[in-house]
């Protein structure tokens, strides 16, 4: 306690320094050092999070054992949940940033150079739509409103939350697969925190691997050659963790990471003081929507933000709509595809973070019960009109988004056009990645580059030989 007021004291100080402009130099760096000393002493004294774990499918309770990703005993497969002590959210100074919303993350340390997103009220865009309150969850770089992804993703809300769950005594490494953007935010959370992590993408999506500076050498790359896809990136993964030498992040299983997407609806629920009506967000797993349910479910316990539950608009970008093609045939059951096809339809997108070929979307707890629950629906956007309201968003608003917020938001656009949402509804728009084109302004970049491209048709035993070398 008595650290969070000397803490708001030296804010209040570098406030009345940076209003008075003569002789301050010396006091504003002595005040910022204390401040970042006193930051640091927060973070280190943080007490990690209680909660148990729920199996979704049958409601079993159990203990976390350090890295649960499954209910043990369970043969139906199903996600599992993080039943928090704190029922009643406190959230906690923005300085912190993701941490601000540590009575809901399940970690056990807080890590350096996080970022929250920012919820606010759209005025233009707003207006453009007709929309009387529609409130965009802003994910990425505009410092201008307190938004410092420096990925300019929110998969930045993931990283922070899972490498947070990790335990530091742990000397493991940590593997995840990723489409490009996760990839990004892992390795700079990692490389900040030197926490080893072995990456595995498309060799086609490398040019979302880009930096400010140089990363640490504890992060590797390894890569599926090119025309192939997601999916080939997870099966790198998967033979990978098959040595003990490496442990997999757990994808939508981890419950950090959906926690850690979650704050993007627990932002707005605070800017806004009450629960949404309607959530939009484009999906390539889904997993940020499961999360956003999840936290709906969590608000309505909290007792303060309305009992609702907000009505789920996810979006696919065409021709990649495998969950939207089962959504459209009422089946919980992803429908068959084709390997070579589905690649194909993954590179034709714009939006290659939404590629993901098996997503959580049949298990117990996933996206089908999530759209049930919500009462919610899959749309999808092609990249004409993706890209179309991108442009309508910097023009609007003032910043670049990514591909995949402009497939949500052109999936918003359908819905006021077809008259199928209330003008007056409470709206929450995740813009999931945005700022880039800012951010990236005088800036000289640094691309990570794969120690190992790997055919699609590598032999597995030899991949994981060489993806052993590595560390």
Not at 180 to 198: E, H, M, Q, W, Y
Not at 237 to 258: D, L
Not at 374 to 395: P, R, Y
Request: proline share 5%.
């Amino acid at each position: 306690m008595q650290d969070t007021k000397n803490f708001c004291i030296l804010q209040i100080i570098l406030y009345f320094c940076n209003k008075q402009q003569k002789n301050i130099a010396n006091y504003k760096k002595n005040a910022n050092f204390a401040l970042n000393k006193i930051k640091l002493q927060i973070m280190s004294n943080f007490t990690p999070t209680s909660y148990r774990l729920v199996n979704i499918y049958d409601g079993a309770t159990f203990d976390d054992a350090g890295w649960s990703l499954d209910a043990p005993n369970c043969q139906t497969p199903s996600l599992i949940r993080a039943n928090y002590q704190q029922k009643q959210i406190q959230f906690g100074p923005k300085e912190e940033g993701l941490y601000r919303f540590a009575d809901w993350l399940p970690i056990r340390r807080k890590l350096k150079n996080s970022s929250a997103p920012v919820t606010y009220r759209s005025s233009a865009l707003a207006e453009h739509l007709g929309l009387k309150n529609l409130y965009i969850c802003f994910n990425g770089y505009r410092p201008e409103i307190g938004a410092n992804m420096t990925t300019c993703s929110f998969k930045e809300t993931e990283a922070y939350s899972v490498c947070g769950r990790m335990n530091p005594e742990d000397k493991r490494v940590l593997v995840v697969s990723s489409a490009g953007n996760t990839a990004r935010a892992f390795a700079k959370v990692c490389s900040d925190n030197n926490i080893p992590l072995l990456l595995t993408v498309p060799e086609d999506n490398l040019n979302a691997l880009w930096f400010d500076a140089p990363l640490n050498d504890c992060v590797k790359l390894v890569a599926s050659a090119s025309g192939s896809d997601y999916f080939d990136a997870i099966n790198l993964g998967n033979i990978a963790v098959k040595s003990p030498k490496f442990y997999a992040e757990g994808g939508a299983k981890n419950i950090a990471r959906r926690d850690g997407m979650a704050t993007t609806v627990l932002s707005a629920a605070e800017v806004i003081g009450r629960i949404p009506d309607y959530y939009f967000q484009a999906v390539g797993s889904g997993t940020g929507a499961i999360a956003a349910w999840e936290a709906n479910q969590r608000l309505i316990q909290d007792g303060r933000f309305g009992n609702h539950k907000m009505r789920l608009i996810v979006s696919q970008n065409i021709p990649f709509t495998p969950m939207y093609d089962a959504w459209k045939a009422d089946s919980r059951a992803m429908l068959p595809l084709d390997d070579n096809l589905a690649r194909i339809a993954a590179n034709a997108i714009d939006a290659k973070v939404l590629s993901n070929r098996k997503p959580p979307y049949s298990i117990c707890g996933g996206l089908y019960d999530a759209l049930r629950d919500s009462e919610g629906t899959i749309l999808c956007a092609d990249n004409e009109s993706s890209a179309k309201a991108a442009e309508l968003f910097e023009q609007l608003e003032g910043i670049d988004i990514h591909p995949a917020a402009g497939v949500a938001l052109a999936s918003l656009i359908q819905c006021v056009h077809n008259r199928v949402i209330d003008p007056d509804a409470v709206i929450m728009l995740n813009i999931t990645g945005g700022g880039e084109k800012r951010y990236k302004q005088d800036k000289e970049l640094h691309y990570l580059k794969p120690s190992i491209v790997f055919p699609i048709d590598a032999d597995p035993d030899e991949c994981l030989k060489q993806m052993e070398a590595l560390f």
